[in-house]
């Protein structure tokens, strides 16, 4: 729904030229992109794998050292944010790259089982994103949502698990957000000064 609602506003935006747009993760790892539906926008694809369609090859956490201030109209990202280690640093890196009145839309996950280990580090439910999108971080939060809901079984019983069986989640949570100034906080702390892997690749 969020991703519709982006599709919208890149359409009606900009008249007499053409946005751009950052396809933040964007490499083609079930075999498509979802920004390949997105031709009206000057695309770059952007991901820590060098892959066939990928146009520049960095970390996130560093995106201001790839792209100039201010360069970026729209950023979308899926399935990324679970992998980021310093989220919040993520946020402040798009605030530099994107112009003022851009919108970013982040889509992840709130209930899904791990994944490219080691690097799968978060969950999002619907309420966090004020934590990275905020008046500090310089963005205001248009929409949120989650979607396609999933019962919870565990796999081995126990009786603290008892009245468990109704629980769930959330397969995926999403966030519209439009920049709206320069933010006002910074977080100089470097990926290799926290964790010593690397993101996999095989």
Not at 17 to 24: A, S, T, V
Not at 55 to 80: I, K, N, Q, T, W
Not at 166 to 187: I, N
Request: net charge negative.
């Amino acid at each position: 729904m969020l991703l519709r609602v982006m599709r919208r506003a890149i359409i009606v935006a900009h008249p007499g030229r053409r946005p751009r747009l950052l396809d933040l993760g964007g490499r083609r790892r079930s075999g498509g992109s979802y920004s390949d539906d997105l031709a009206q926008c000057d695309v770059v694809v952007f991901d820590i794998v060098p892959d066939e369609g990928v146009d520049v090859v960095g970390d996130a956490h560093e995106l201001s050292r790839h792209f100039p201030p201010e360069h970026f109209d729209f950023v979308l990202s899926v399935s990324v944010f679970e992998h980021l280690l310093m989220p919040w640093k993520v946020a402040l890196e798009l605030n530099r790259v994107m112009r003022t009145g851009g919108h970013c839309y982040v889509h992840t996950h709130q209930t899904l089982g791990m994944h490219e280990l080691p690097w799968d580090f978060w969950r999002y439910s619907n309420t966090v994103w004020a934590a990275l999108f905020n008046v500090r971080t310089g963005f205001a939060i248009e929409q949120t949502g989650l979607g396609h809901f999933m019962q919870l079984v565990t796999v081995g019983w126990n009786p603290r698990y008892r009245g468990a069986e109704g629980g769930g989640g959330f397969e995926s949570s999403g966030v519209l957000a439009r920049k709206t100034g320069p933010a006002d906080v910074t977080w100089d702390v470097s990926l290799g000064e926290l964790i010593g892997t690397t993101y996999p690749t095989a």
